[in-house]
């Protein structure tokens, strides 16, 4: 029998959304530390959310290109489990974050052609997981977070030298089928489970971990 599929619900940045996703049985919540985006939490509201249950899920702080103080000032808000670094983090810098606050760190890196697997090799010994994820597309904003979905096939039975995560542009409707043609180990989301630009739909929540682990 296989292992479960762990699911990361990312973007999480109030009380209802960390109660569905909590009590819907994901396995990670997602915050996101990245001023620009409509999902970006402050300290101060990563320590309201700090205070919820979050039902035995990891809490992942994600930062793009952070320094250390910026990493400092969350973690004095909210205990992390894992730090998810979403920007041009180079393996050295991976290193250098997980030495310095002695977290798990997963490494986001977007794949649009084979080449780009490459990469995996030189992190691996930096990281801890990785996350596969879309390239932003022409003109977006935002690093990820764009619904936006990559060739499943170049991820397709690969060895991928961590424990990862796929993600983008995945929804309730597709994610059983992006696990069936993957083989990937968990699934991460954020705009499939979203009613509007940053707010979280509890009932797409629920369908998407339902879908993911094959209730
Ligand atoms: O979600 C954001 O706002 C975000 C901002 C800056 C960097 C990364 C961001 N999200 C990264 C994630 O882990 C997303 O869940 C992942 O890109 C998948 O997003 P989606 O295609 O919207 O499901």
Redo the contacts with the bound molecule.
């Keep these: 029998m296989s292992a479960a599929v762990r699911v990361?619900i990312?973007?999480v940045n109030s009380p209802v959304a960390l109660d569905a996703a909590a009590s819907a049985g994901a396995d990670m919540l997602?915050f996101?530390f990245?001023p620009?985006?409509?999902?970006?939490l402050t300290p101060a509201d990563a320590a309201a959310l700090g205070a919820l249950d979050t039902g035995g899920a990891e809490r992942v702080g994600?930062f793009?290109d952070p320094d250390d103080d910026a990493i400092e000032a969350v973690l004095a808000a909210l205990p992390l489990d894992v730090i998810?670094l979403?920007?041009g983090e180079t393996p050295e810098r991976c290193a250098a974050v997980r030495a310095r606050f002695g977290l798990p760190v997963m490494k986001?890196l977007g794949v649009s052609s084979p080449s780009d697997l490459d990469a995996l090799a030189a992190y691996a010994p930096a990281v801890d997981r990785f996350?596969l994820?879309?390239k932003p597309p022409a003109g977006a904003e935002?690093?990820?977070?764009?619904?936006?979905?990559f060739d499943w096939s170049l991820v397709a039975g690969r060895a991928v030298p961590r424990p990862w995560l796929l993600?983008?542009?995945?929804t309730p409707d597709n994610v059983a089928r992006a696990l069936a043609e993957t083989g990937a180990p968990g699934v991460?989301?954020?705009?499939?489970v979203e009613k509007a630009r940053?707010v979280k739909d509890p009932a797409l929540v629920r369908a998407f971990v339902a879908a993911a682990k094959g209730n």
């Design positions: 990361k990312c973007g997602g996101v990245f620009p985006s409509p999902r970006a994600l793009v998810q979403h920007g986001a996350l994820d879309a935002l690093p990820g977070g764009n619904a936006a979905a993600a983008g542009g995945l991460d989301v954020s705009s499939g940053g």
